[in-house]
């Protein structure tokens, strides 16, 4: 495997000219996708480096892919670990209850619905005598369905929260 701890100079048994494997160039790979995540690398350069490792025939080839990246030795971190910890995330806020996107978006296509067979119902309405509200028989029962799935969802939600709290 091309290592990169230390023995990018050509060793006295020629390692350099010693033609690699495929798990040499997939480690290789690895270490490439590493240098990426930490942001050693631009996506122009980790996908130029990585198509020619797996075109390498030599440890060479695979060694001078990662001359300009930092050497890890088993157990050691590329970044200092202070770097690495997430930065926290404040509590959330127990007055903001937002609702969960999938009932956003029922309630948006709902509304969406209701108001498309308002506009409707209003036009057929401006241009006859009467016509009955059928909009109510649209917008009732679906809006009275959702109305009762938002409030269980909320229900759930707030349980867990106070159990989770406990």
């Known amino acids: 495997m091309a290592t990169h701890e230390g023995e990018r100079n050509r060793d006295a048994s020629g390692r350099d000219a010693l033609r690699a494997a495929d798990e040499d160039r997939q480690k290789v ?20 480096r990585v198509r020619t490792a797996y075109a390498a025939r030599t440890y060479a080839d695979l060694d001078a892919l990662l001359n300009d990246l930092p050497p890890v030795r088993a157990g050691e971190v590329a970044v200092p670990e202070q770097q690495q910890r997430p930065v926290p995330k404040p509590p959330p806020d127990d007055r903001i209850r937002r609702l969960p996107l999938a009932l956003m978006i029922l309630w948006t296509v709902w509304g969406g619905v209701v108001a498309v067979n308002v506009v409707v119902w209003l036009l057929v309405s ?6 009955y509200p059928w ?16 409030v269980g969802v909320q229900a759930i939600r707030s349980q867990r929260a106070h159990d989770h709290r406990r």
């Open 29 to 48: 790979a690895e270490f490439l996708h590493t240098a990426l995540n930490e942001g050693r690398l631009t996506l122009a350069e980790y996908d130029d």
């Open 126 to 131: 401006l241009t006859t005598d009467w016509v």
């Open 135 to 150: 909009p109510i028989w649209v917008a009732g029962p679906t809006g009275a369905a959702l109305l009762a799935a938002t």
